[in-house]
């Protein structure tokens, strides 16, 4: 579910999400408009995988919460 596989193609696999999360991650954004943005971008998205993807992103480090926003980190 993570990483696809001969059954999991690319687009739902949660590393799949991930990236189109960060696609639409050009600047500082609440969790609501991040789900706007990535599910009309991103066809056949559930809210569940979006947030699954984005936990991941937080345990990767990857995104941050700051003031009720979600934000890329830099490194």
């Known amino acids: 579910m993570i990483l696809p596989t001969k059954y ?6 949660l590393l799949g999400v991930c990236a189109a999360i960060l696609e639409c991650l050009d600047r500082s954004k609440t969790v609501s408009e991040l789900w706007e ?3 009309q971008s991103y066809e056949d998205l559930i809210f569940e995988r979006f947030i699954l993807a984005a936990d991941l992103l ?18």
Do not use: A, H, Q, W
């Open 37 to 39: 943005d990535t599910s």
């Open 8 to 13: 999991i193609p690319v687009p739902r696999c």
């Open 58 to 75: 937080f345990i990767m480090g990857t995104v941050d919460m700051r003031n009720g926003r979600i934000e890329r980190m830099l490194k």
